[in-house]
């Protein structure tokens, strides 16, 4: 997952979004996306990049919000 892409992308369907690494949290899920469209909002926290931008595409897709194979 290109994780510029998918904040593109995310960009162009009016979707404010950012993706975080917070070294104060000692190690335990420093790795933060948030997005948000004014209806809805959410987060995920993880331990890698790779799996918080997963997490972020389930939870993304829960909002029906789908990007094509070339962002995957």
């Known amino acids: 997952m290109d994780a510029i892409a998918l904040l593109d992308w995310l960009l162009e369907c009016d979707v404010n979004a950012i993706l975080r690494v917070d070294a104060d949290r000692g190690g335990v899920r420093p790795w ?3 997005a948000t469209n004014g209806e809805w909002s ?11 931008l997963e997490k972020a595409l389930k939870a993304l897709a829960a909002h029906g919000l789908v990007p094509s194979e070339s962002l995957t």
């Open 32 to 34: 933060t996306f948030h």
């Open 42 to 52: 959410l987060r995920v926290d993880a331990f890698s990049a790779e799996e918080c």
